[in-house]
């Protein structure tokens, strides 16, 4: 594993590079309802962190924070430094930030390809004038747009579906398209908002094979939500554990399972419910 950053979740490890993103005193109210409060997070470059809790622990309005779909109460959110504020979502995602969703939301009618060169529009541009006459320029563009989501496909062995129609897909091969369009808007950090969601053990594994492969292909930050705490623990460098909007414990995933506070709001309730199956 890369090491991970002095400032970031786990503390002993150090890059030397500035933090992708840290959030300062972040919260938010929703009337009289406070959803996030006192958020304080650093993530490291390249570092792979895991955001735990219960459902309805504010996890995944934190990547809405993040992402600008709402904007802070209060608080601050530095994205490789720069302040955030007043960013709307397209700004916030040219900025260096791209997530996917806990319900897939691809193109179904659209094809691989043009499902991940919509993820490529922040990299290709020509004049408006080009593209309604399709003059020289708009064909150059559209050949380095078609050989870009080409190489993406590839590094998850995805080149030769890329004709078939987005929601034809299995279900695990529409997560991973999902998150090659998210790669496509060439983020310096991916929000993958419970990622293993629906998938059997052995697309899971994969799964976990895949977003480290992402982080060392691409050198960028990973921070997921996720229920699966095998994959939790097992990929993830530094984990946060939110419970009603607060944060109770950050560490490694050996401090995380062996603090009283995370056992008694969050795993000892996911070991009974195991138990269960």
Request: include cysteine; charged fraction near 20%.
């Amino acid at each position: 594993m890369v090491p991970v950053p002095s400032h970031s979740i786990v503390p002993e490890r150090d890059l030397g590079k500035m933090p992708v993103l840290e959030c300062q005193h972040l919260g938010i109210d929703f009337g009289g309802l406070t959803a996030v409060n006192e958020f304080n997070l650093t993530v490291g470059q390249t570092e792979i962190a895991g955001l735990i809790g219960p459902n309805g622990a504010g996890k995944t309005t934190v990547f809405n924070l993040l992402t600008k779909v709402y904007q802070p109460t209060r608080g601050t959110i530095l994205l490789n430094g720069k302040d955030t504020h007043g960013m709307s979502i397209a700004q916030a995602n040219r900025a260096g930030i791209a997530r996917t969703f806990q319900n897939i939301r691809l193109f179904n009618n659209l094809s691989v390809e043009d499902n991940v060169k919509i993820g490529l529009h922040n990299q290709v541009r020509y004049p408006m004038w080009d593209g309604v006459f399709r003059l020289p320029k708009f064909w150059k563009q559209e050949k380095l747009a078609h050989e870009s989501a080409m190489e993406l496909l590839s590094i998850f062995d995805m080149q030769d579906l890329a004709g078939h129609e987005a929601g034809s897909l299995p279900y695990g091969a529409q997560r991973r398209l999902e998150i090659v369009r998210a790669l496509a808007t060439n983020p310096s950090l991916l929000l993958l908002d419970e990622p293993a969601a629906g998938m059997n053990p052995s697309e899971t594994a994969e799964l976990m094979e895949n977003i480290v492969k992402i982080r060392d292909t691409f050198h960028i930050a990973i921070m997921l939500i996720e229920h699966d705490m095998n994959l939790v623990m097992g990929i993830c460098e530094g984990i946060c554990v939110l419970n009603f909007g607060q944060i109770i414990a950050k560490g490694t995933a050996e401090e995380i399972q062996a603090n009283p506070k995370v056992i008694e709001a969050y795993l000892g309730s996911q070991k009974k419910e195991g138990s269960k199956g």
